[in-house]
């Protein structure tokens, strides 16, 4: 139980985060491994300077700001397959890639993979692009992003939307974990025996997966660009997440009661890999002017099985 209970709690929060290594290939077979897998997705969107980082964003639409954030080992095309252009046609609707992510870089200190580090570097770029008091969408390890941004910077945000979000932290025995340090080895020991998986068709496998009880829309797959998830730069920086979670909740869980934005949270009862009791009725429980909407049977892309929920969510906190 505690490879499930704590490995996918834990952060392989989004549908190819499990397909991703923590032992390097040879630089010039990654090298070239990258170069395929960009050829094949380019950016989508701008590249916006922040100090010596860029962040990737997209940009659609006009009207009150929307930004959305990815969840583990995902990038843009998420929200760009089905979500950022029905909803451009009311809010100016912006995609970042986190961080590390997509074509997002991120920094080599020690602590870059603190949602607090992550959402002042996206925070600086929405200054760069002109963006006032945002709607903040955050799915998944994303969620967390999100709440960071509102906790640090609230005057600056309008609300938040928690879709499938990993926002609490898990029990005793993955703070046990967290605290020898073990979780760095079972992280490297579960990637690895995730990416033989991959070769063999892994990734449609997870994506799968993680849609459950759903299927992911068709040509969703094709679209995602999964071959970026195990590019060098990501597979460091969903390592780092992935073994930092429990620290990053933690840290979280004890501001929640600061956090004076609204928060919409709309969660599936069915998801599989961060549980409705845990995490939305565990903020619910934790922090101030929290809305939850339980979705029936959804699994853990909410934002995709309940697209008319997300609006009705964004439409409501924009009203306030």
């Given at each position: 139980m505690l490879r499930r209970s704590f490995l996918l709690g834990a952060g392989a929060t989004s549908a190819i985060?499990?397909?991703?290594?923590t032992q390097a290939p040879s630089s010039d077979v990654s090298s070239a491994q990258a170069g395929v897998a960009e050829a094949r997705y380019p950016p989508l969107g701008s590249l916006y300077q922040v100090g010596d980082q860029q962040v990737h964003a997209t940009d659609q639409g006009q009207g009150q700001p929307v930004i959305m954030i990815h969840g583990a080992s995902g990038n843009v095309r998420d929200f760009t397959f089905d979500l950022t252009s029905p909803l451009a046609k009311k809010y100016r609707v912006i995609a970042m890639d986190r961080p590390g992510f997509g074509y997002s870089t991120r920094s080599t200190q020690d602590e870059a993979w603190r949602p607090s580090a992550q959402a002042a570097q996206l925070r600086t770029a929405a200054k760069e692009m002109g963006v006032e008091k945002p709607i903040l969408v955050g799915h998944s390890w994303g969620a967390s992003v999100a709440l960071a941004w509102a906790l640090d910077a609230p005057d600056e945000v309008a609300g938040v939307v928690a879709a499938s979000g990993a926002m609490m932290p898990w029990g005793t025995l993955a703070n046990v974990v967290n605290s020898l340090g073990v979780n760095n080895l079972i992280v490297g020991y579960y990637n690895r025996s995730m990416t033989r998986r991959a070769e063999t068709g892994g990734i449609e496998d997870f994506i799968d997966r993680a849609f459950r009880p759903q299927s992911p829309p068709p040509g969703y797959t094709d679209y995602i660009g999964g071959a970026l998830a195990v590019r060098d730069k990501t597979v460091a920086a969903n390592g780092d997440d992935l073994a930092n979670t429990q620290t990053a909740l933690l840290e979280l869980s004890i501001r929640y009661g600061e956090l004076s934005v609204?928060?919409?949270?709309?969660?599936?009862?069915?998801?599989?890999?961060?549980?409705?009791?845990?995490?939305?009725?565990?903020?619910?429980?934790?922090?101030?002017?929290?809305?939850?909407?339980?979705?029936?049977?959804?699994?853990?892309?909410?934002?995709?099985?309940?697209?008319?929920?997300?609006?009705?969510?964004?439409?409501?906190?924009?009203?306030?």
């Open positions: 985060a499990a397909c991703v290594s609204p928060l919409e949270v709309m969660h599936g009862d069915s998801d599989w890999l961060l549980s409705f009791d845990q995490h939305a009725l565990g903020i619910a429980n934790a922090a101030p002017n929290v809305r939850v909407t339980r979705l029936p049977g959804v699994g853990h892309m909410a934002h995709h099985a309940r697209p008319d929920v997300l609006a009705e969510a964004i439409a409501r906190v924009a009203a306030v």
